[in-house]
C-alpha cells in the first residue's frame, strides 16, 4: 500500500512511518520544513515538503493522487496559540480530507484527540484546540466518499510501548505511549472494517491487533 501522512514530522508520524515501511508499505510524509527530511528518510518514508496552511486542495490533491490511504497526525504542537490550534488543527484537517476526496483516497485515518468536541466550552488554549479538533472530525464524519476512523488518544506519554492497550467507542481518559498509538494507526490502515468508528484509545491488557480485530468486528 502508499500511505500519505500529513505532519509526517510529529512524535506519532515519525513512530508510524518506521512500522508501516518495515511492514513493507511505500510512505510519503508531508512536512512544513525541509530541514525535517533526513529524519523521515531514516524513518523509511518520502518526504513531501508542503506547508498545509498555504497550500491548495489541488496541490495536497497531486501528493495523494495514487495513495490507498491517507492519515492525518498533523498539528500546531505545544506553545503554539489558539490561532494555529485552528489553522491547522481544523483547517488543515478539513484540507487534507477535501484533497483526499478529490484524489479518490477513500481510507482515511484522524488522529484526534479524547475530549474533542467542537461545542468545547473554555477560553484556555487546549480549549480552543479541542474544539478544533472536534469541528475536523465533525467535517471528516460528513464525507460520504471517505471510508474514515477517528482515534482519540488518551493522554500521550513517551514511556516504551507495551502493545497492551484498550480501544473502544468509549474508554474514559488514561495515558497511553505514543509507540502504541502509532502501533494502532498502522493496524487501523490495514482494517477498513473499522471504517465509520470514532474510537478512543488508553493502555490496557489486550494486545494491539486482537483490539483493532475486536472494534472491525472480525
Do not use: C
Not at 496541490?59 to 497526525?73: I, K, R, S, T, Y
Not at 489553522?87 to 476526496?101: K, P
Not at 466550552?121 to 487546549?126: A, K, L, R
Amino acid at each position: 500500500m502508499r500511505i500519505v501522512i500529513a505532519g509526517g514530522h510529529g512524535q506519532i508520524a515519525l513512530r508510524l512511518e518506521r512500522l508501516l515501511s518495515a511492514g513493507g508499505h511505500e510512505v510519503a510524509g508531508v512536512i512544513r520544513n525541509p530541514e525535517h527530511a533526513d529524519d523521515l528518510r531514516e524513518a523509511g518514508a518520502e518526504p513531501v515538503v508542503l506547508d498545509l496552511e498555504s497550500a491548495s486542495v489541488e496541490m495536497v490533491a497531486a501528493v495523494l493522487q495514487g495513495a490507498d490511504a491517507a492519515v492525518f497526525a498533523a498539528g500546531a504542537g505545544p506553545g503554539s496559540g489558539a490561532e494555529r490550534k485552528y489553522t491547522v488543527d481544523r483547517g488543515a484537517a478539513v484540507l487534507f480530507a477535501d484533497a483526499a476526496e478529490r484524489a479518490g483516497v477513500r481510507r482515511y485515518i484522524v488522529v484526534s484527540s479524547m475530549g474533542a468536541d467542537a461545542d468545547h466550552p473554555g477560553d484556555e488554549v487546549f480549549d480552543a484546540y479541542l474544539r478544533a479538533k472536534g469541528a475536523a472530525d465533525d467535517y471528516v464524519r460528513a464525507k460520504r466518499n471517505l471510508d474514515w476512523t477517528i482515534l482519540r488518544p488518551g493522554m500521550l506519554t513517551n514511556d516504551a510501548g507495551t502493545g497492551l492497550v484498550r480501544l473502544e467507542a468509549s474508554t474514559g481518559r488514561g495515558p497511553v505511549p505514543r509507540d502504541d498509538v502509532a502501533a494502532v494507526l498502522a493496524e487501523l490502515v490495514e482494517t477498513p472494517a473499522t471504517a465509520g468508528l470514532i474510537l478512543e484509545l488508553v493502555s490496557g491488557s489486550v494486545p494491539v491487533s486482537v483490539a483493532v480485530k475486536a472494534v472491525a468486528g472480525e
